[in-house]
């Protein structure tokens, strides 16, 4: 609460003095899921040459149908952190169970999806570390309920929260959540803690992620989370809204554009 806090936090994200909030602005890319060894380190190179500061990818998915690609779970976060050692960007990857705890011990960022913002037991565990915890809005959650829910972590004895606008529910179908980016502003007003935008996921669609990212920095937003593959058609999850490479570098100019001219 800006009444007790009045500073800007800023977040530190593992041994490689990537620092978050307070002007500090993180380009976090990567795929949905960790899908090969190939993958993730193709992926991991060519985000981190386009400038990525962190790289992203899900091990543990929250998949809707329990039919479909459910991750390489420990696997996953194997690959994870051999893609860290040959690129030395900080990982960050989503936790379903508070009993995966131990297998995050290397993890950089532990990312909360949307679907467990108000898993109210795997806050209360994720607070006794002091592990940065990335949060997510729910599907359908307001502002307040997200900022109990860091509420929760910080109550527990964590304070190192990145909050994530990812879109919400609403009637439109056009778009596959609606991108509420007054939310950054609200955020701002009420809280310390730092702010990033999720474009991939808030849209649904490719071609709009770099329109909505540029958006988000023009609004202050504290980071960018957006996922990138190296070859889309054929990614296991999220396909559609997921950038190649290229597309990736040109957002990635096009968003430092608009923060150098803010
Ligand atoms: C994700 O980041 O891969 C993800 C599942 O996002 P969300 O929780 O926002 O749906
Ligand atoms: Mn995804």
């Known amino acids: 609460n800006r009444k007790f806090h009045p500073l800007d936090s800023i ?14 602005f993180v380009m976090i890319a990567g ?40 991750g390489l779970k ?19 990857t989503e936790i379903m169970n508070a009993n995966h705890l131990p297998l995050f011990e290397d993890v950089d ?29 729910g599907l359908a959650n307001t502002i307040k309920e997200l900022l109990m829910s860091a509420e929760y972590i910080m109550a527990s004895g964590n304070e190192n929260i990145i909050l994530c606008e990812r879109g919400i529910r609403t009637f439109e179908t056009a778009t596959r959540n609606t991108l509420d980016l007054s939310a950054v502003t609200v955020l701002h007003e009420l809280t310390h803690l730092p702010v990033i935008v999720d474009p991939s996921h808030a849209t649904g669609v490719a071609r709009y992620v770099k329109p909505m990212a540029m958006a988000a920095a023009a609004c202050g937003a504290d980071g960018l989370i957006i996922e990138v593959h190296n070859d889309p058609p054929r990614a296991l999850c999220d396909g559609a809204q997921s950038l190649r490479p290229e597309q990736f570098e040109d957002v990635v100019k096009a968003v430092y554009a608009i923060r150098a001219a803010a």
């Open 31 to 70: 795929p949905c899921s960790v899908e090969s060894e190939e993958q993730i380190i193709s992926v991991a190179k060519s985000v981190k040459a386009s400038g990525a500061t962190m790289l992203r990818g899900g091990a543990f998915k929250p998949r809707t149908s329990p039919y479909d690609f459910q």
């Open 74 to 92: 420990a696997d996953g976060i194997e690959l994870l952190l051999e893609a860290k050692r040959e690129t030395g960007l900080p990982i960050v």
């Open 109 to 137: 960022v532990i990312q909360v999806g949307a679907r467990n913002m108000q898993n109210f037991e795997l806050l209360k565990e994720l607070g006794k570390t002091q592990k940065p915890i990335l949060i997510k809005r």
């Open 11 to 24: 977040i530190q994200v593992g041994q490689e003095h990537v620092k978050v909030g307070h002007g500090n």
